[in-house]
């Protein structure tokens, strides 16, 4: 004969702790991955105690030296299913811009930005002018000062032939391109909701792919 025992108390789930993600949103990823630098040695105990919470999120919770080159390299790695485009536009939104010339010690662009200026200008060419034929060297500017250069659209315009109307009008369609619209027009003088500009599907692709391999949140 079996015996069945029933007990009296109600059986409590048990819930499993979830690991703390490495990095609060893909933007505090991204800015640690493509700013971290390559140093051996972390920062002194003291100067990581003194750091406030946020910035030790934004900073990869306080990761230095080759732990923090490694962490970069894991961030970097998991981007690379990404079309060229979209890596590029995350290059010339969150990779350094300048970097100080060996020879003069003046301030230059790093080569790894302008390659990528240049591969959002290709893109643009098509995607935003509709294959219209208009000078690499304003496109470039264009794209350069969108990701935060300082250029003055005029002065692009003379280097490149052009009169400054024809320069407005193109930086108005790449910008358009990479930024998107808040709100579209629509039949009947309404607003409907705005489309989205390369950049933030560029951002929302990067965000899918650092979630899925548990980076952030």
């Given amino acids: 004969m ?5 007990s009296r108390f109600a059986s409590t789930p048990v819930v499993e702790a979830q690991p703390s993600r490495l990095f609060a949103t893909a933007h505090a990823a991204l800015t640690f991955a493509y700013n971290h630098t390559d140093q051996v040695y972390d920062k002194p105990m003291m100067a990581r105690m003194a750091e406030a919470p946020s910035q030790a999120a934004s900073s990869g919770k306080g990761l230095g030296g080759t732990d923090g080159a490694g962490q970069a390299a894991i961030v970097i790695g998991a981007l690379k299913a990404m079309p060229r485009l979209y890596r590029a536009i995350l290059v010339a939104r969150f990779a350094p811009r300048v970097d ?3 020879c ?3 301030t230059v662009d790093r080569h790894d930005w302008l390659a990528a200026v240049r591969e959002i200008s290709d893109a643009a060419a098509c995607d935003a002018l509709s294959a219209h034929p208009t000078p690499r060297v304003l496109r470039d500017a264009i794209v350069a000062r969108y990701f935060g250069k300082d250029v003055k659209l005029s002065d692009a315009a003379e280097r490149a032939g052009v009169s ?5 009008n193109h930086n108005g369609k790449i910008k358009l391109w990479l930024y998107g619209t808040r709100t579209t027009k629509q039949k009947g003088g309404e607003r409907g909701a705005g489309q989205k500009g390369v950049e933030a599907l560029a951002m929302e692709y990067a965000a899918d792919l650092l979630s899925a391999k548990g980076l952030c949140d």
Avoid: P, S
Avoid at 2 to 6: A, G, S, V, Y
């Fill in 2 to 6: 079996t015996t069945l025992t029933i």
């Fill in 100 to 102: 100080r010339c060996k």
């Fill in 104 to 106: 003069c010690q003046g």
């Fill in 164 to 168: 400054a109307a024809t320069a407005t």
